[in-house]
């Protein structure tokens, strides 16, 4: 489905979130505590388009690599060629599914990823919070947020009825009749909020905070391993 949807990706996701998720993804990376050394490598897990990269360079332009993981070469060869040229000598690429992921271990200073957790369920959260915790190097720092469901929040009604109707409705239009977009909302609420993997990263030993941004619209994770 990714493979079939980068082209579109970028467009649609800024459109659609009224620039949220670009807001939401500067957070992300404010959220990251600073990594200890100068010419840090890390990795942006469920990496897209890279659309996470500007900010993670702007706010540590002393960051020596970042290394996309991706299940879908896809997303991947639109970002390099489109979007990151000019840093793309910063920037590598590992093909992976982070669900049955071999990367070595203590081989990160950071971990990053944002909006890439609703589609998993918990057992694979539980996956992917075990992967965090073995990449990180002792004293890694991470952070990862994901679209949530804002619940109490009185307006919820109408986020959901935007993500639910509106979103599939725009994608029927403007995107001529695609149909990727549209398990997002579901994706979302079922998804819940990142509290869940906040847990499992605790299980793991790692030091976390849990933040919720703009009601509960999305929320996030940071922190540290202990080293
Ligand atoms: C919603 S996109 C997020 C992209 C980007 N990080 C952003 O900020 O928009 C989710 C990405 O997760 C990737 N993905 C899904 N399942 C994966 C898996 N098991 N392992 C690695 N990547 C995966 C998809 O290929 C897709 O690029």
Do not use: C, K
């Given at each position: 489905m990714f493979d079939r949807c980068s082209d579109r990706y970028i467009t649609f996701s800024l459109i659609c979130s009224f620039g949220f998720t670009e807001r939401w993804r500067r957070q992300c990376?404010?959220?990251?505590?600073?990594?200890?050394?100068?010419?840090?490598?890390?990795?942006?897990?469920?990496?897209?388009?890279?659309?996470?990269?500007?900010?993670?360079?702007k706010r540590f332009g002393d960051i020596g690599a970042i290394t996309a993981v991706d299940i879908s070469s896809g997303m991947h060869r639109r970002a390099m060629e489109r979007l990151h040229a000019h840093?793309?000598?910063?920037?590598?690429?590992?093909?992976?599914?982070?669900?049955?992921?071999?990367?070595?271990?203590?081989?990160?200073?950071?971990?990053?990823s944002t909006f890439g957790l609703k589609t998993f369920n918990p057992e694979q959260h539980a996956q992917l919070a075990a992967l965090i915790a073995r990449v990180l190097k002792p004293g890694g720092v991470f952070s990862m947020i994901e679209a949530s469901d804002p619940k109490?929040?009185?307006l919820r009604p109408l986020y959901l009825f935007h993500l639910r109707v509106v979103l599939p409705l725009v994608e029927r239009t403007l995107l001529r009749g695609a149909?990727?977009?549209?398990?997002?909302?579901?994706?979302?609420?079922?998804?819940?909020s990142a509290a869940g993997i906040a847990r499992l990263l605790r299980d793991q030993g790692l030091e976390v905070e849990f933040t919720r941004y703009f009601f509960g619209c999305a929320t996030g994770v940071a922190g540290r391993k202990a080293g």
């Open positions: 990376v404010a959220a990251l505590p600073a990594p200890r050394l100068a010419g840090t490598r890390g990795y942006d897990l469920m990496a897209g388009t890279g659309e996470v990269w500007p900010h993670l360079l840093r793309a000598h910063r920037i590598a690429f590992n093909e992976d599914n982070v669900l049955a992921s071999d990367l070595p271990p203590e081989s990160a200073d950071f971990v990053i109490g929040w009185w149909q990727d977009f549209a398990m997002i909302g579901t994706y979302s609420t079922n998804f819940g």
